[in-house]
């Protein structure tokens, strides 16, 4: 893939007009048709596939029924393999109408999860409904919220425009990103949303639906790091004196550290892990923390790491009051931001509103969703200015547990506001 000259970037869609009643009737009604039928088997098929990230074969076996779900309704597939092989192929599928540099909407989702086949939390389940058993609303399984069922909410809402649009729908410059690795952090897969952001004008990512159907905008960025601390071994009885104990020197360090943390701004710095010595009668030649950093902008984020790789390079400052000897020490900084924060903007916020406005025609809520904690790959394509909005797939509870489920009703009408916005995007 060829990057274009930065000039080149499309700018964000304007908001759409309305589509006509009669296509509006059309979509729901091909989701509607396609939803027992087809949706709710295909969701049971890819969650009874385990897919936990480090287990490449079954990430790629499950990776491949998307596969087959995409060349049904006519999506080309590139394939986008890890260097190192430690992760399954990450897939680029995209319409007919999108070329290698055509500007289009992306629609992003991963394949992997947190649950290996150990944790015997292998398979998919419905709870009874009134209609008799497995007619009910909740669903339950690995991966059923987190995130397969949001998978099948980008498959099925083009499958839907099709059915109702179907000139229209090959005429839709359309990405479909799904990924591999994105319970570890996306470590193999961010090239490849670096390399196509130039070509993005916008991303919809679905992960897993928040309270009240509120859209995510914003999520704090992440960071883990680790400081080890190299002093001098000695004979704790024999030759202490000789010795420069790398233990005290970090826990005088650590206090510098979880200082960084400003509740106000949103940035928390936490020393999780602490490890040093070999026995209790020698000087600890070695130590090291690992730290946890959190920041709700870039400018923190920056600051944060700036002020570990000053403490890594200097570790006692000329005014701090230390034992001589232990100025002595020689400090390592390890680690990177492992996701920048996915920061509002107003092209993220005419997105949310342009969504919204599907969403409230198939009866789900809007609005803004608090900043959320956690990272996804909506942080790693705002932060290479892609205009990206979050929580798109169904509601439910408990992702990463074994009690996790997902509400079909949510499902339904997620897909719907896809495919209306979808619909959206045809031209006149």
């Not at 949706?39 to 596939?49: C, G």
């Not at 990405?175 to 952090?185: A, Q, S, W, Y």
């Not at 701090?320 to 390592?332: F, G, N, S, T």
């Not at 990272?375 to 074994?402: C, E, R």
Request: aromatic residues 6%; proline residues 7%; charged residues 25%.
């Amino acid at each position: 893939m060829s990057e274009p000259p930065p000039s080149a970037r499309p700018s964000p869609a304007s908001l759409p007009g309305p589509i006509s009643a009669s296509l509006h009737r059309a979509i729901i009604e091909a989701v509607d048709d396609a939803f027992e039928s087809e949706q709710v088997p295909f969701v049971r098929r890819l969650v009874d596939q385990p897919s936990f990230t480090a287990a490449r074969d079954d990430v790629e076996a499950a990776a491949q029924i998307v596969d087959e779900a995409a060349e049904a309704i006519e999506l080309r597939c590139t394939r986008v393999a890890d260097p190192t092989g430690a992760h399954a192929d990450h897939r680029i599928y995209a319409t007919a109408a999108t070329g290698p540099d055509t500007p289009s909407l992306a629609l992003v989702g991963h394949v992997d999860t947190v649950f290996p086949r150990s944790t015997g939390f292998l398979s998919f389940s419905r709870d009874d409904g009134p209609a008799g058993p497995e007619t009910g609303d909740i669903i339950r399984g690995p991966g059923v919220l987190d995130m397969k069922s949001g998978l099948s909410v980008i498959l099925f809402a083009i499958a839907a425009l099709r059915r109702a649009a179907p000139e229209g729908a090959k005429r839709l410059p359309l990405r479909f990103l799904c990924n591999t690795d994105e319970e570890v952090g996306s470590p193999s897969s961010e090239p490849m949303f670096r390399e196509l952001a130039p070509r993005l004008r916008a991303a919809l990512v679905f992960e897993a639906g928040r309270e009240s159907d509120l859209i995510v905008t914003a999520r704090k960025g992440g960071g883990m790091f680790e400081l080890t601390v190299h002093g001098r071994a000695a004979h704790a009885g024999n030759d202490h004196a000789a010795g420069i104990n790398a233990i005290h020197a970090l826990a005088l360090l650590i206090g510098r550290i979880e200082g960084l943390t400003d509740y106000a701004r949103g940035v928390t710095v936490n020393v999780g892990v602490i490890e040093g010595g070999t026995s209790k009668n020698t000087v600890p030649e070695r130590a090291r923390c690992m730290i946890d950093t959190r920041f709700d902008t870039m400018r923190d984020a920056e600051r944060v790491i700036g002020e570990l790789e000053a403490i890594a390079r200097a570790p006692f400052r000329p005014r701090d009051w230390v034992p001589h000897k232990l100025r002595a020490v020689r400090a390592e900084l390890a680690g990177h931001m492992t996701r920048p924060p996915m920061e509002v903007s107003e092209a993220s916020t005419a997105l949310r509103l342009r969504y919204e406005a599907c969403a409230a025609a198939v009866g789900l809520g809007v609005g803004e969703a608090p900043r959320q904690g956690g990272g996804s790959d909506a942080n790693l394509l705002a932060a290479f200015g892609v205009p990206s909005i979050d929580g798109l797939g169904p509601y439910g509870k408990f992702f990463h547990q074994t009690t996790e489920w997902s509400s079909l009703t949510s499902l339904r009408r997620r897909t719907a506001a896809l495919a209306l916005l979808l619909a959206a995007e045809l031209d006149p």
